[in-house]
C-alpha cells in the first residue's frame, strides 16, 4: 500500500530522488506531518478550504457516505467504499482517496523515469512513508529492483521492527536515514505510542554494519526541545556512539491533512520554531558534543 | 582604489542613481523625432526610399535633443527625455483613439498632452495618408488575405508588422567597437567608386552606397554632439570629479563608434551608440546585442592586465550601460502592449557557450556581467546564458543563485547541445552555429550575417483545432473563418479530426506566409532597413538592403501558439470519445458550442480524466509533440520572398492570454476566452502535478529539431527552493538533467504568490519587482491585469 511517489525530491538523500511513500506506520507520533500514512488501507481526504458546498458528492454518492455538517462534507467511513465517484464529482477537485497497491515493477517504472536526473545529481529512490520497513516485502522488492535498474537507493525508517527485517534490505541501500524522536522511554512512548527499547538495540547493530547511517531527530516542541531533553539525548547518543545528527524541524504544514482526514491535531495551534530557537537549540547540541549537520 | 575612474564615488552609489534616476521618469510620447522625420521626407519626395531612409535618420541624429544624465558614464538617449517613446510616421500613425487610450490605459501608460495631441492629428500624421508604410502594403493585399486581417479572432494577424517594423536581429556590432563606422564609410566609398553605369542595378546600387555614406557621416556628427555636450558641461562643472568623468566621456565620444575603441570604455560607448541608433532608426524592438561577454573580453583583458583598469570599475561601466538599456521604449497600440506588455524591448544580450572551435568560453567577463545585472536588475537588457556540457557547473549555479538572492526571473537558459546542432542541421557551418546569439526571447540566430525577423507573427493552432470541430466556424462569433473540412459530428476516427485539422493549418499557414511575403516585399519598397544593412555580413558586398534579402541569411520566424492546448484536447478526445467512448462527438460539439454550460461533470471528465502534457505521460506527450511538428513541417513548406526560410518556432511571450481570448471552449476542459499554455511549450496552467522533472521529460520529448526559431519553457520554482549553495547545486542538476535529456530553453521564475498579490495592490512598493512574462522579462506592476493573473495562476512547484 502506496501513499504517494513524488519526484523531485531533493531533502530526502542526495541529488534529485523519487520518493516511495508507503501507507502504513506502527508508530503514532502526536507531531505526524504525514497523518495520511499512518493507516494502512486507503482513506478519503477532503480538503475542506478548496470545497464550494455544492453538495455534487453527496448526490453522486451510492453509499450514502457523505452528509453536510455543520458547513463542512464529512465521510462516514463505516458506509464508504471508496468508489471514487464522489471524486470524479466534485468541481472543484477537494476530494481524493489516499492509499494504492502497486506492485513493485509498477513503482519502478514510474521511479525510473528520472533517470536522467539521477545521473545528474547523484540521486535516485528513497523509500519513505509511513515506515517502508512495515511492509517488509515491498520494500525488499523495490530495492532488489532499484539496483537492476542501477539506480541508487535511500531510505527513511524509524527502525521499529525486528533487526530481521532491517538485515534484510541492507544490502540492497547506499544511503540510510534513521530517526530517533527520544531516548528517554517514558517520553517516547507518551509521544509515539510505542517503546524505543526495539528502535534503540536496532540502531546499535544497525550502526555496527552500517556506519554510515545517518541519525535525523525530529525536534518537537514541548516533546524534546529543552535543555534537559536535549542533555539527556546526547549521552546516549554518545553511548553508541553517535557524532552527529541531523535536526528536523517541526512544522505545522500537515494541519490541512488532519482536517481532510477529519482527525484532530493536537500540534494545530503550535508555532514552527523561529531562527533563534533554532539557534538555541542547535547550540545545545553542540555543547553536549553532538555535531549538527544539515539542519 | 579607481585606476580608469576618479574616486570619489563607489559603484554602489553610481548604479543605485542611475537607476533611482530612470525608474523616476514618466514614460511619455515624444514628437520630436516623428517632426524631424516628415520634414525630411516633405524634403525628399521623388527619391529613392533607400535615400529618404537615409536622409530621415540623418535629420534626426544631427538635430534631435540630446542629454547627459548626472553620473552616466555611458551616455545616449532615444528621445527628447529619458525613456520616452519616439514615433515612427513613416510606418503607421496612431489613431485618435490610440492616443486618448494611452495616458490611461493600464498597460504600458504613456504620457501626451492635448497640444501633442493636436500637432500630431491635424499637422505631422494628415501628412502621411497613404504614405505610411501600413498604407502601401494594405494596397498590395488581395481581398481574402485581407479579409483575414480584418476578422476578428483570425488564426494569424501579420500586418501589426508594417508599423513595428523588423527589429529582431543580431547586429554586428563587435565589428563596429573594432574597426568603426569609418571602415564602412570607407567600403561604401570605394564600392561606390567602382559601381560602373553599365551595372544592371546601377541606381539602386548607387543609392544604397550613398546612402550608406549619409548615415556613416551622420552617425559621426552624432557622436560628436555628446563629446561637445560633454566638453561644455566638464567646462561648467565645478566638482573635479565629474568634471573628469566628462572629460572621459567627451573623448570616447570623440572616438566611437566612428573610430576603433582604444578601451574597454570606448567599446561600451561604441557598443552603445551603434545599438541605441538602431533602435532610433526603426520602430521594432528585439535588435539584440549578441555575445557580449565574448567580443568585450579582449578590451576587459587588455585595460586590466595593462593596470589601466579595476575589476570593480569595469563591471561600474557595465552597471551604467545596463541601467541605458532601459531608455529604450516604444509607444505600441494598445493591441500589441497587451501581447507583450512592460515597456520590454527585449534586447537579448547573450552569455557563456562555446567558441569557435567548441571550447568552454565562458570568461572572467561572463561573470562579471552577471554580477553586474544582480546590482542593476531592471528588465533590460534581457540577459540569456548559453549552457553548454563544457561549461563550468558554476555558470548555471550563478544564475540560480542571482535568481535565489534577487527574487524575480530573469536569465533564460538554452541548451548549447540541442541548439548548435540544430543550426548546422538547418544548414549553418559549424563555427557559425558555435557563435549563435539569441534574438528577442528565445530565438537561436547567427552572429551579424542575417536579417532574422525572428518574430514576423504568432499562429493559434488552437484556432485551427476549432475549425477542425467546427466546419470552419468560429465558435465566438458563429462567423464561418476556415475550410469546410466536414461535420465533425460524423468524424469516426481520431484519423479524420487529425486530417481537419491538419487541413486547417496547412491552409493558414500559406495564407500567413502570403501576407508577410507581401508585408516584406513592401518594407523592402517603402522602409529598407538600410541602417541594419550596415551591420549585416554581405549587404555592402552585394550594394543590397537586408531587407531586400543582402544579408547572408535571411529567415522569417513564425510561432505557433497553443500546442499543448492542441496537444491535451487531442488526448481528451481520443481517449473519452473514441477509445472509451463515454461522450459522443456531438456531445462534445455541444457541450463546446454552449462552453461547458450545465455540463461540469462532463468538463471535470475532460479535464481531469484524460492525461495532460507535463506529466512525463507518453501518450498526451505524443499529441503535443504531434501538434508541434506538424506545423512546423507546414512552415518548412513555404518560399520566403528574399529567398530565405521560414522558421517556425513555439512560443508565445505572454501572448497566450490575448491569443486565447479569442478561442472559444477546447476538448481539454479549457473554458471559452481562458489564456491557452503560457510560453509556448509550458504545460497548461495548474495540470502539470508531477513535478518540475515530469515537465521538463515532457517538454524534452517534443521534435526540437524542426524548431528552429525556439522554444519557450517557463518553469516557476518557489524562493524555498532556492536558499542555499545546495539548491543551487540541484537546481543545476535538475537543469543538467533536462538538458542532458534533450531540453532546448527554461526560463526559470523564483517568485511566491504572495508577493505578487501584493504587488498587485500595492504596485509602487514593487518597483523593482521584475518578472519574466513567457520568455522576456518585464515590471511586474506594469502588467495587464490579466497577464499578472495568469502568472499567479502558473503552478508554483513546491517540494515540501
Given at each position: 500500500?502506496i501513499?504517494n511517489i ?5 531533502h530526502?538523500?542526495?541529488g534529485i ?14 507531531w505526524?506531518a504525514?497523518p495520511e500514512?499512518q493507516?494502512?488501507?486507503?482513506e ?14 453527496i ?11 455543520g458547513g463542512n462534507?464529512?465521510v462516514?467511513?463505516s458506509?464508504?467504499?471508496l468508489?471514487k465517484?464522489?471524486?470524479?464529482a466534485?468541481p ?11 506492485c513493485?515493477q509498477?513503482?519502478l517504472d514510474?521511479?525510473r ?5 539521477y545521473q545528474t545529481s ?7 512513508g509511513?515506515e517502508?520497513l512495515?511492509q517488509?516485502e ?8 532499484a539496483?537492476?535498474?542501477n539506480i541508487?537507493t ?8 525486528s533487526f530481521?527485517v532491517?538485515e534484510?534490505?541492507?544490502?540492497f541501500?547506499?544511503e540510510?536515514?534513521f ?9 517516547h512512548?507518551?509521544?509515539t505510542?510505542?517503546s524505543?527499547?526495539?528502535?534503540l538495540?536496532?540502531?546499535?547493530h544497525?550502526?555496527k554494519q552500517?556506519?554510515d ?5 525530529p525536534?518537537?516542541?514541548g516533546?524534546n526541545?529543552?535543555?534537559k531533553d ?5 549521552r546516549a547518543l554518545?553511548e ?11 512544522h505545522?504544514?500537515?494541519?490541512p491533512k ?7 491535531y ?12 533554532k ?9 553536549n558534543?553532538?555535531?549538527v549537520i544539515?539542519? | 582604489m579607481?585606476?580608469?575612474l576618479?574616486?570619489?564615488?563607489t559603484?554602489?552609489?553610481?548604479t543605485?542613481v542611475l ?9 511619455s510620447?515624444?514628437?520630436?523625432r516623428?517632426?524631424?522625420v516628415?520634414?525630411?521626407?516633405k524634403?525628399t519626395e521623388?527619391?529613392?526610399?533607400l535615400?529618404r531612409?537615409?536622409?530621415?535618420l540623418?535629420?534626426v541624429?544631427?538635430?534631435?535633443t540630446?542629454f ?5 558614464i555611458?551616455?545616449?538617449?532615444h528621445?527628447?527625455?529619458q525613456r520616452f ?15 486618448d487610450?494611452?495616458?490611461?490605459r493600464e498597460v504600458?501608460t504613456?504620457?501626451?498632452t ?10 505631422i500624421?494628415?501628412?502621411w495618408k ?11 493585399f488581395?481581398?481574402?488575405l ?15 508588422r508594417?508599423r513595428s517594423?523588423?527589429?529582431h536581429y543580431l547586429p554586428?556590432?563587435a565589428?563596429?567597437?573594432?574597426n ?16 560602373s553605369?553599365?551595372?544592371?542595378d546601377?541606381?539602386?546600387k548607387s543609392?544604397?552606397?550613398?546612402a ?5 557621416e551622420?552617425?559621426h556628427t552624432f557622436?560628436s554632439r555628446?563629446a561637445?555636450?560633454a ?10 570629479r565629474?568634471k573628469?568623468e566628462?572629460?572621459l566621456?567627451?573623448a ?11 578601451n574597454?570604455h570606448?567599446?561600451?560607448q561604441?557598443?552603445?551608440f551603434t545599438?541605441l ?8 524592438s528585439a535588435i539584440?546585442c549578441?555575445r557580449?561577454?565574448q567580443?568585450m ?12 583598469l579595476t ?5 561600474e561601466?557595465?552597471?551604467?550601460l545596463?541601467?541605458k ?7 505600441c ?6 501581447n507583450n ?7 537579448h544580450l547573450?552569455?557563456g557557450?562555446?567558441?569557435?572551435d567548441?571550447?568552454d568560453?565562458?570568461?572572467e567577463?561572463t ?10 536588475f531592471n528588465c533590460?537588457?534581457n540577459?540569456g ?11 548555471p549555479?550563478?544564475?540560480f543563485?542571482i535568481?535565489g538572492t534577487?527574487g524575480?526571473?530573469k536569465?533564460?537558459?538554452f541548451n548549447?547541445?540541442?541548439?548548435i ?11 557559425e552555429a558555435?557563435n ?5 526571447c ?7 550575417n542575417s536579417?532574422s525577423?525572428?518574430?514576423a507573427c ?11 470541430l467546427?466546419n470552419?466556424y468560429?465558435l465566438?462569433?458563429?462567423k464561418k473563418?476556415g ?13 479524420e479530426v487529425?486530417?481537419a485539422?491538419?487541413?486547417q493549418v496547412?491552409y493558414f499557414?500559406?495564407?500567413m506566409?502570403?501576407?508577410l511575403?507581401?508585408i516584406?516585399e513592401?518594407i523592402?519598397d517603402?522602409?529598407?532597413h538600410?541602417?541594419c544593412s550596415?551591420l549585416l555580413?554581405d549587404?555592402m558586398?552585394r550594394?543590397?538592403d537586408?531587407?531586400?534579402g543582402?544579408?547572408r541569411?535571411?529567415?522569417c520566424?513564425v510561432?505557433g501558439?497553443?500546442a499543448?492546448?492542441?496537444g ?6 481520443d481517449?473519452?470519445v473514441?477509445?472509451?467512448?463515454r461522450?459522443?462527438m ?9 462552453d461547458?454550460k ?5 468538463q ?6 484524460a492525461p ?5 505521460i507518453d501518450e ?6 504531434y501538434?508541434?511538428?506538424q506545423?512546423?513541417?507546414e512552415?518548412a ?5 528574399r529567398?530565405?526560410?521560414f522558421?517556425p518556432?513555439?512560443y508565445c511571450?505572454?501572448a497566450?492570454?490575448p491569443?486565447g481570448r479569442?478561442?472559444?471552449a477546447?476538448a ?8 491557452l499554455?503560457?510560453g509556448?511549450?509550458?504545460?497548461r496552467q495548474?495540470?502539470?502535478e508531477?513535478?518540475p ?7 524534452a520529448k ?8 525556439g522554444?519557450?519553457?517557463n ?11 545546495e539548491?543551487?547545486q540541484?537546481l543545476t542538476q535538475?537543469l543538467?538533467g533536462?538538458?542532458?535529456a534533450?531540453g532546448?530553453?527554461?526560463q526559470f521564475?523564483?517568485?511566491?504568490d ?5 504587488a498587485?495592490?500595492?504596485p509602487?512598493a514593487?518597483r523593482n ?12 506592476v506594469?502588467?495587464d ?14 517540494a515540501l
Open positions: 500500500m501513499s513524488q519526484r523531485f525530491c531533493i530526502d538523500g542526495s530522488r523519487t520518493t516511495v511513500f508507503f501507507k502504513g506506520c506502527p508508530l503514532r507520533c502526536a505526524c504525514n500514512t493507516h494502512t488501507c486507503a478519503l481526504m477532503i480538503y475542506h478550504a478548496r470545497c464550494g458546498q455544492c453538495q455534487t458528492c448526490s453522486a454518492c451510492p453509499a450514502h457516505a457523505l452528509s453536510l455538517n462534507i464529512q462516514d467511513t458506509q464508504c467504499t468508489c465517484l464522489c471524486v470524479k466534485c472543484n477537485r477537494a476530494i481524493s482517496i489516499k492509499g494504492e497497491v502497486l513493485a509498477e513503482i514510474i521511479v523515469r528520472d533517470k536522467p536526473f547523484g540521486g535516485g529512490m528513497t523509500l519513505s509511513g517502508p512495515y517488509p515491498l520494500a525488499l522488492e523495490l530495492l532488489v529492483l539496483k537492476k535498474y541508487h535511500c531510505i527513511e525508517t524509524s527502525l521499529a521492527c530481521s532491517v534484510k534490505v541492507l544490502p541501500l547506499d540510510i536515514y530517526d530517533l524522536k527520544h531516548t528517554n522511554n517514558t517520553k512512548k507518551a509521544g505510542g510505542i524505543n527499547t526495539q528502535i538495540d536496532n540502531i546499535e544497525l550502526l552500517r556506519p547511517a545517518r541519525m535525523r531527530i525536534v518537537i516542541p516533546f526541545d529543552t535543555e536535549i542533555l539527556e539525548i546526547c554518545k553508541f556512539p553517535i557524532s552527529s545528527v541531523e535536526l528536523m524541524w517541526f505545522n504544514l500537515g494541519n488532519y482536517s481532510a482526514l477529519a482527525r484532530e493536537p500540534y494545530t495551534h503550535i508555532s514552527p520554531f523561529s531562527d533563534i530557537d539557534k538555541k537549540i542547535k547550540d545545545n547540541y553542540q555543547a558534543g553532538i555535531v544539515h539542519s | 579607481k585606476k580608469y576618479p574616486d570619489g564615488i559603484r554602489q552609489e553610481r543605485s537607476n533611482a534616476d530612470m525608474r523616476a521618469s514618466i514614460p510620447i515624444c514628437l520630436e516623428a517632426r524631424l516628415t520634414k525630411s521626407y524634403k521623388g527619391e529613392h526610399y535615400l531612409r537615409a536622409k530621415a540623418a535629420n541624429l544631427k538635430n534631435m540630446i547627459i544624465r548626472p553620473e552616466e555611458i551616455v545616449g538617449n528621445a527628447s527625455k517613446a519616439p514615433l515612427y510616421p513613416e510606418t503607421g500613425v496612431l489613431s485618435k483613439k490610440e492616443l487610450l494611452m495616458p490611461i504600458d504613456l504620457q501626451i492635448e497640444e501633442e495631441k493636436k500637432e500630431l492629428l491635424e499637422e500624421y494628415p501628412w497613404h504614405k505610411t508604410l501600413e498604407d502601401l502594403t494594405w494596397d498590395r488581395p481581398a481574402d485581407k479579409e483575414i486581417a480584418t476578422s476578428p479572432n483570425a488564426v494569424f494577424n501579420a500586418l501589426s508594417t517594423g523588423y527589429g554586428d556590432i565589428k563596429v567597437i573594432n568603426g563606422f569609418q571602415a564602412i564609410e570607407a567600403k561604401a566609398q570605394k564600392k561606390l567608386e567602382c559601381l553605369c553599365q551595372d544592371e546601377f541606381t539602386y543609392a544604397f552606397y550613398n550608406a555614406l549619409i548615415i556613416c551622420a552617425v557622436s555628446y561637445a555636450l566638453g561644455t558641461l566638464a567646462e561648467n562643472t565645478a566638482d573635479p565629474r573628469k566628462l572629460k566621456i567627451a570616447a565620444c570623440t572616438q566611437v563608434p566612428y573610430h576603433p575603441a582604444r574597454f570606448e567599446a561600451l561604441s557598443y552603445w545599438l541608433i538602431d533602435y532610433i532608426f526603426q520602430n521594432g539584440s549578441g557580449f561577454d567580443y573580453y579582449p578590451y576587459y583583458l587588455k585595460d586590466t592586465d595593462s593596470g589601466l575589476k570593480d570599475e569595469a563591471q561601466m557595465i552597471e551604467a545596463w541601467v538599456h532601459n531608455d529604450v521604449i516604444k509607444a497600440t494598445y493591441n500589441s502592449a497587451r506588455g512592460g515597456f520590454s524591448t527585449s534586447a547573450t552569455l557557450g562555446v567558441d569557435k567548441g571550447h568560453a565562458c570568461n567577463l561573470f562579471l556581467c552577471l554580477e553586474a545585472d544582480r546590482n542593476v533590460e537588457p540577459i546564458v548559453r549552457i553548454n556540457k563544457k561549461n563550468p557547473e558554476e555558470l549555479q550563478k544564475v543563485e535568481l534577487v524575480g526571473g536569465y533564460p537558459l548549447d547541445d540541442v541548439i546542432p540544430t543550426l548546422v542541421k538547418d544548414g549553418l557551418p559549424l563555427e558555435r549563435y546569439g539569441i534574438v528577442g528565445v530565438e537561436p540566430n547567427p552572429y551579424g536579417l525577423i525572428s518574430n504568432y499562429f493559434n493552432l488552437a484556432k485551427c483545432l476549432e475549425f477542425a467546427t470552419g468560429c465566438l462569433t458563429n473563418m475550410l469546410s473540412t466536414g461535420d465533425a459530428s460524423s468524424f469516426t476516427s481520431m484519423t487529425k486530417e485539422y491538419e487541413k496547412s499557414v500559406e495564407k506566409a502570403d501576407s511575403n507581401i516584406e513592401s523592402a517603402y522602409t529598407p538600410i541602417y550596415l555580413d549587404c558586398e550594394g543590397l537586408s531587407s531586400a543582402g544579408s541569411y535571411n529567415y520566424g510561432q501558439v497553443g499543448p492546448d492542441v491535451d484536447a487531442l488526448m481528451a478526445i481517449k473519452l473514441f477509445h472509451e467512448k461522450l459522443s456531438s456531445d462534445l460539439l455541444h457541450i463546446l458550442h454552449s461547458f450545465d455540463a461540469v461533470s462532463e471535470n471528465m475532460l479535464l481531469y480524466e495532460k502534457y507535463g506529466n512525463d498526451v506527450d505524443r499529441y503535443v509533440r501538434a508541434g511538428e506545423y512546423c513541417l512552415v513548406k513555404q518560399k520566403e520572398w529567398g530565405g526560410k522558421r518556432g513555439l511571450v505572454s497566450n492570454t491569443i479569442q478561442v472559444g477546447m481539454n476542459g479549457r473554458k471559452s476566452g481562458m489564456p499554455a503560457d509556448g511549450i509550458s504545460p495548474g495540470v502539470d508531477n513535478g522533472t515530469a515537465v521538463f521529460l515532457s517538454a517534443l521534435n526540437l529539431d524542426l524548431v528552429t526559431n522554444v519557450d519553457l518553469m516557476k520554482i518557489l524562493p524555498s527552493l532556492a536558499k542555499t549553495q539548491d543551487y540541484k535538475m543538467r533536462y538538458f542532458a534533450g532546448m530553453h527554461v521564475n523564483i517568485i511566491s504572495d508577493i505578487l498579490k501584493e498587485q495592490k500595492f509602487d514593487h519587482l521584475v518578472v519574466r512574462v513567457a520568455g522576456y522579462s518585464a515590471f511586474f506594469d502588467l491585469v490579466d497577464i499578472q493573473n495568469e502568472i499567479i495562476s502558473r503552478t508554483a512547484m513546491q
